[in-house]
């Protein structure tokens, strides 16, 4: 089985800055891409930022410019460091990774359990 834990929500003011992180664990082979979506409420889950085993990123729109994602292979970890944030990124942001079991040598996806991002104004 594979685990991942996700960490570093809270509450900041608006231009205000917040890094996310997410450790997994567990029968871990290889880990591929990951990333992290977000849901705000009402609102379908969404993606925020992905990046692949060699370090290539991609960002939505409308965090371009101001969300940086990161990954340590070493700790089977990624990042997202939330810069010039707006009360329009309030959501539960989830990590997510694409895992290489040990018992399955078959690729699949695992979530962290979510953690809320809330940015005033």
């Known amino acids: 089985q594979v685990r991942l834990v996700d960490s570093g929500g809270g509450l900041v003011q608006a231009g205000g800055s917040l890094r996310l992180s997410c450790a997994a664990s567990?029968?871990?082979?290889?880990?591929?891409?990951m990333g992290w979506y977000r849901q705000a409420p009402g609102k379908q889950r969404e993606l925020v930022a992905t990046i692949t085993w060699r370090g290539t990123t991609n960002y939505s729109d409308s965090v371009k410019g101001r969300f940086t994602i990161s990954r340590d292979n070493a700790k089977n970890a990624v990042y997202l460091q939330m810069n010039s944030l707006k009360p329009e990124d309030t959501a539960i942001y989830y990590c997510k990774a694409a895992v290489t079991t040990i018992t399955t040598m078959r690729i699949g996806d695992y979530w962290g359990q979510g953690t809320q991002v809330t940015v005033s104004s």
């Open positions: 567990g029968s871990i082979f290889r880990i591929n891409d």
